[in-house]
């Protein structure tokens, strides 16, 4: 194939809506996904928030988006784009496994989960510590865990995680928790979840194998019993590789309004990994809306 009209990268939400406009507006397509189908959303076992469907699994929801995407003939490729160069006749996207070319590039990239930056963490994933309850919760049956975070994503790992596992240690570096208070209220009336306010993990015990956690509260060290810690301690875009295209606030994220353009002609971004207040598959699907129609305006004037 030649030069694509649109190259999206990342196929969650917001890059699978954006590449659905943009083929009923006759673009020619190509959506590259480095690692999984479907974005983030596909790690959810259950979305009610997605308005037509009152609940539905994440990893369905996708699948249907992708259908759809794919019956209007965008095109799919499994590449990780790790650099983006403008020529004069758009742009030439650079991945692990090939070249490609287009016009205008919609950088629908999403975030990924933050990690604590302890020394043997990395040596411990998939031994002990995890970043996805959906994923490796089960793993964990009948034992005591403990979740790092207080936001929506920890309390909902939680709920999940106090259905398979004997006891759920919460632990928040704040002196409360921030996610919904309809969460909060339901790990409250849970009888094997306690929640840890202002501390935070100091150490991973264990060197083959997690067998718990030191915490640090008021100065004071104290050691949990744990062979699972799920961490959900936020995001973090990987924007990094596109900075030259697309100004990045403090955090990472691409530097946009509601209307997804960037610095440069041609270059859009959509969804998670720009900045925005709210996350959530609504609101990518609609940025991949707006970038979709954006880039589509841009091509007609060229
Ligand atoms: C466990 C969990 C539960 C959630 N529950 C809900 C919920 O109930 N309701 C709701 O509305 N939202 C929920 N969310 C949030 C929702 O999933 C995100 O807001 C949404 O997926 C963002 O869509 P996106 O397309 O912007 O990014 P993502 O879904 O993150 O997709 C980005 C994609 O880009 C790919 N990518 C990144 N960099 C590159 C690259 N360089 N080259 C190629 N591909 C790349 C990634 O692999 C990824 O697949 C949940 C998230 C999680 C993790």
Redesign the pocket.
Known sequence: MGRYDIAV????????TAALYARRAGKSVLV??????????T??P?????PTHQEIS?AALSEQMLEQVQAQGAELEM????AIAKDADGFTLN?EYGEYQSRTVIL??????RTLGLPNEEQLVGAGVCY???CDGAFFKGQDVAVIGGGN?AL??TVLLAEICKTVTVVQNLPKLTGEQALQDKIAALPNVSVITDATVSALIGDDMLTGIEILRNSAAKKLDVTGVFVAIG?KP?ND?FAELAELDAYGYAVSDERCLTKTAGFFV????RTKAI??????SA??AVAALAACRYLDTL
């Open positions: 990268i990342g196929s969650g939400p917001a890059g699978l590259l996904e480095k690692e999984n189908f479907g974005g983030q959303i790690f959810s259950k979305v009610e928030n997605y994440g590449d990780h784009i790790t991945g629908a990239a999403g975030s990924k989960h996805c309850a959906v994503t909902q790992d995001q990987e590789a959509a969804g998670d990994c996350r959530q598959v609504v609101t990518a940025d991949g």
